[in-house]
């Protein structure tokens, strides 16, 4: 009965989504329309989806990639290849000369939080 009442939460929250994006793309349609037939002189920047639905913005924490792999006992070319990254990129981040971004911060947030996991899902 748990799985169907979270099942049923997903696909709500899927269906709210898909909802979002079509009044996203009907409201700049609108505009596209208005400026082919002359009645506004400009076609102005659709509306930014939060006009429409729910955003959700996430502070992800710095992670010390250095600390992190020392504590993994892991060299700079073992870190590398487990996770995926060039070791150039790597070596920039432990010197400062870089910082991770996007994706790639928050899998280092992840793995920094729970390395175990990472590694049991990446040797799946």
């Known amino acids: 009965m748990a799985k169907s009442r979270k099942s049923n939460e997903v696909f709500e929250s899927i269906l709210e989504g ?4 079509t009044n996203y793309m009907k409201a ?7 400026k082919r037939t002359g009645k506004r002189k ?3 920047a659709p509306p930014r989806p939060s006009q429409f639905g729910k955003t959700h913005r996430i502070k992800v924490e710095d992670t010390d990639v250095k600390a992190l792999r020392e504590r993994l006992k892991l060299s700079q070319s073992e870190f590398a290849n487990i996770f995926c ?3 150039d990129t790597l070596q920039n981040w ?9 994706p790639a911060k928050v899998l280092l947030n992840v793995i ?6 990472v590694l049991k899902a990446l040797a799946s």
Do not use: F, H, T, V
């Not at 432990?94 to 996007?102: I, K, L, T």
């Open 112 to 117: 920094n939080k729970d390395p175990k996991s």
């Open 94 to 102: 432990e010197q400062g000369r870089r910082s991770p971004r996007g």
């Open 28 to 34: 700049y349609n609108k505009q596209k329309e208005r």
């Open 18 to 21: 898909i909802e979002d994006a």
């Open 42 to 44: 400009y076609l102005k």
């Open 85 to 87: 990254i060039s070791i």
